[in-house]
């Protein structure tokens, strides 16, 4: 959803796989660290992600997703509590209907059966909250949400999950008044889960060298917004993709 701003730092130790440093249900994110390179790679050597994004930054080769991770690390200590985060999805290694099959109970122990059906973290993408490049016309200092998943993890609920977890940070923690989102013009279903986010829809406009469609959450109207139940926000954000009609 986003074209991350980069700028050089003195870097920061770390340790090689850093702990989370949010967590919910389903979803744990924790810092990006060189290590990570060759799911990045995997993840945007995926045409189906990359056909819809709104920056042509080649992270499908090594060497630019080599960089891209060595630039990123010094803005966690820089701008505490922005920053683009792995993702990692909680899920069993097999679905709820394999795990049924009566085949694999005949083959495998209880004990191994209870193994396969562990939740165990799995590479799904990732989430940001970084600043917005320029040129916008979103005013000084504004900050961004962002997602990229890969598809296995598309239309399992994690980009609402880890959008509504961000915004949580983004109001409570770091006190923003709004935070924005962009997407491509086309993509309808990033449209979709940032209308049902509470985000109100603000029609394309350039960003950077690029038009995209832009939306803005204030923090009283993610106030009024969260406290929904998920279907109410799922209605409204409906009713607002059809009264565009685009």
Not at 134 to 151: D, F, I, N, S, T
Not at 172 to 180: D, E, K, Q
Not at 191 to 218: K, M, N, T, W
Not at 235 to 243: E, N, Y
């Amino acid at each position: 959803m986003t074209r991350p701003v980069l700028t050089e730092a003195p870097p920061h130790p770390a340790a090689a796989t850093p702990p989370p440093w949010l967590s919910t249900r389903t979803l744990l994110l924790r810092e990006f660290v060189p290590a990570d390179r060759h799911d990045l790679v995997r993840m945007h050597q995926e045409p189906r992600l990359r056909a819809l994004l709104i920056d042509d930054e080649p992270l499908h080769r090594h060497d630019v997703a080599a960089e891209f991770l060595h630039r990123l690390q010094p803005l966690y200590r820089r701008r505490e509590g922005l920053g683009i985060w792995r993702a990692e999805r909680l899920a069993p290694l097999l679905d709820a209907q394999a795990l049924a099959d009566p085949q694999l109970h005949e083959l495998l122990s209880p004990e191994a059966i209870a193994e396969l059906a562990a939740p165990r973290p799995r590479f799904a993408g990732w989430f940001n909250l970084m600043p917005m490049p320029e040129p916008h016309g979103a005013g000084p200092g504004a900050v961004e949400l962002g997602a990229r998943l890969l598809p296995e993890a598309w239309g399992t609920g994690l980009a609402l999950e880890g959008g509504e977890a961000l915004l949580r940070h983004a109001f409570g923690t770091l006190a923003l008044p709004r935070v924005w989102a962009v997407c491509h013009p086309q993509h309808q279903a990033v449209r979709y889960c940032v209308l049902s986010l509470g985000f109100a829809d603000r029609g394309v406009q350039p960003y950077g060298e690029v038009p995209a469609r832009h939306f803005v959450i204030e923090r009283e109207a993610w106030q009024r917004h969260h406290t929904l139940p998920r279907r109410a926000r799922v209605r409204a954000a409906l009713a607002a993709l059809h009264a565009t009609g685009d």
